[in-house]
């Protein structure tokens, strides 16, 4: 029978504990650090959401102003237009008060007319009203288009009627003028109407 193999004490296999202590072997320093990094994160997480409350406040200043700014542009603006209109009806009520006399004259020659059957008074009359409204036109710097003797320009003229012609320096030239044309500082008011030359072809 063989032998059963006995087994000494020191050759068992030792029971292995493992006892974390690093905490306990961490330096003071180390622990300081700890705890100060602990701290220091809620204070950080409030600096932040004081800056943003910050700038939450200073957006709406910003937004504040902004409105304030339109207010008062839109006001501006109200009385810029209250102001334009007002100076509109007061040229209006100007060149009214310019025109209404020439109406005046021309009813008082109308009702001299119609009542002692004076057509030669009339006529003067009518003569009268019209300087009386050409000199009105003119002190206000309405000035009439001179279209003879000269060539038909589109910017000023309006072709009415058109002739031929044989000849070739003709071709294009105003003929007669039909309607006066008028003109206020530059701005055409009302086209000339003309009767036009046209080289016969």
Known sequence: MPKKKTTSPKEEEPAINIVDRRSALLEEDELNEISEQEERLPSYVEKLKKEA?????????????????????????????????????????????????????????IQAASTNRDFDGLNQGVELVSKQFSREL?????????????????????????EETNDPEMDNMIVQELEPGYIFKEKLIKAAKVKVAHLKT
């Open 138 to 162: 003119k002190n206000n710097n309405v000035e009439i288009i001179d279209a003879k003797n000269r060539k038909f320009d589109p910017k000023t003229d309006e072709v009415f009627l058109t």
């Open 53 to 109: 409350e910050e700038k939450d406040q200073k957006l709406k200043d910003y937004i504040a102003a902004y409105k304030e700014k339109t207010a008062e542009d839109d006001g501006f603006r109200k009385r810029l237009e209250k102001d334009n209109d007002v100076r509109l009806d007061q040229f209006k009520a100007n060149l009214f008060s310019r025109l209404v006399p020439v109406l005046d004259n021309l009813n008082r020659a």
